[in-house]
């Protein structure tokens, strides 16, 4: 006979009722009514039991439920709730972010296969979650199998607050333990290896790792700035960071001024100061093409081995997992915070110059001065002079 019942924080009655089978089932009935829902409980039941086809089924739903409530039934395919979520997420996340999620819901699309993207939201279990998770851990660290699973557990969030779905799937997923290896974080540059980087760069790229080497900013944050940014009368650079939307004014290193000094005016207040990187991520929305730019400069400096995406004779191709890089370009954010605390400046005064991510931490350090952060930007040492630490990620000796 079938039931209803209501599960915690959800919005809609739950419809219970048994199969031809004789197992039980449970499906969103979506409607606050009791009335309503027993009617669509009792419609589910039938159905079930008569062994309609899909098709059958959903035109039978659809009835009952305009009948009911004057409107079709709440439903939605795998393919088209993913479609207008990621719309959503366009509008609501930066693009990068938005990025990240378009990546992970392609890769979970062709995980699917064209017959189950096209199913019903409804019937996608844990298994299909925890099947993604382990099939994209051969081919990614065990952090970002997790990450994707975050993501798509969010949306499938957005489908239960619709009343597409009773429980959220994904959510039941257990992370996978993350490694040692894994878990060790990208360690500072030394100063040795900063000098080698910079001998082997480009102009614009020589001032885009000065930027990161003396402000600690992210690599889109940098090649988005425009001159309007950089403020060479009060010897200070502004950005508006993508991942928090935060202002940070840094003040401007001498080393990094005096490169800035050497560009070539712009009339334009709205040019960007590294037009070519500049223009490569506007119109692909991402760093991914300029972090392997980099990637290659540290290759022709001798700091990195070529990557290759034939198969070697392991039999290793695009399917491995790659093995992590130590040093990539935020790796100069790092760099700079382990500059700062060298020269002696305090966690606040470098957490504020950085523009740490933590609310909280953000929160304690609002009151830092302009002065303050100036006296802590003029102790930085200049890389480039032959007479600065052997190390960027060693700590001074207190006496």
Not at 129 to 134: E, L
Not at 238 to 259: D, E
Not at 275 to 293: C, H, I, K, W, Y
Not at 333 to 353: C, F, P, Q, W, Y
Request: charged share 25%.
């Amino acid at each position: 006979m079938a039931s209803l019942r209501r599960k915690p924080n959800s919005r809609f009655w739950i419809a219970c009722f048994t199969d031809h089978h004789g197992a039980q089932r449970q499906r969103s009935s979506g409607t606050l009514d009791r009335s309503s829902a027993m009617k669509i409980a009792l419609a589910y039941e039938d159905t079930y039991r008569a062994k309609m086809t899909e098709e059958q089924v959903r035109r039978v739903m659809n009835d009952t439920c305009e009948q009911i409530n004057g409107r079709r039934f709440v439903t939605s395919t795998v393919s088209d709730f993913f479609a207008r979520w990621l719309v959503r997420k366009v509008g609501e996340t930066s693009e990068n972010t938005a990025g990240r999620y378009r990546e992970f819901v392609r890769r979970f699309e062709v995980f699917l296969g064209p017959e189950r993207w096209a199913q019903e939201i409804c019937r996608l279990g844990v298994s299909d979650f925890a099947g993604f998770r382990d099939h994209l851990a051969k081919a990614v660290t065990a952090g970002t199998a997790n990450l994707s699973i975050k993501i798509l557990s969010a949306a499938m969030k957005s489908a239960w607050r619709e009343g597409l779905i009773i429980e959220n799937p994904a959510a039941k997923v257990e992370a996978l333990k993350i490694t040692r290896d894994e878990a060790r974080q990208r360690r500072p540059f030394t100063l040795p290896e900063l000098r080698r980087i910079l001998a082997h760069a480009s102009v614009e790229w020589k001032g885009i790792i000065l930027c990161g080497i003396y402000t600690g900013q992210r690599l889109g944050d940098i090649v988005r700035l425009t001159w309007r940014n950089v403020d060479l009368a009060q010897d200070e650079i502004r950005f508006v960071t993508q991942k928090t939307g935060r202002t940070v004014i840094v003040p401007l290193a001498k080393p990094l001024a005096n490169h800035f000094l050497g560009l070539p005016s712009a009339d334009d207040a709205a040019a960007p100061v590294f037009p070519d990187s500049f223009a490569m991520v506007t119109r692909e929305g991402r760093v991914n093409n300029l972090s392997n730019q980099f990637y290659q400069i540290q290759v022709n400096a001798g700091l990195a081995t070529k990557k290759t995406h034939k198969k070697a004779e392991h039999g290793q191709g695009r399917a491995v997992k790659r093995q992590q890089n130590e040093l990539v370009f935020h790796s100069l954010r790092h760099t700079a915070t382990s500059l700062l605390k060298n020269a002696g400046v305090s966690e606040a005064v470098a957490m504020d110059i950085i523009g740490h991510d933590s609310r909280a931490i953000s929160q304690n350090y609002t009151h830092v001065d302009e002065d303050a952060k100036r006296r802590a930007m003029a102790l930085v040492p200049d890389i480039m002079a032959p007479s600065a630490g052997k190390t960027a990620g060693k700590r001074r000796r207190k006496t």
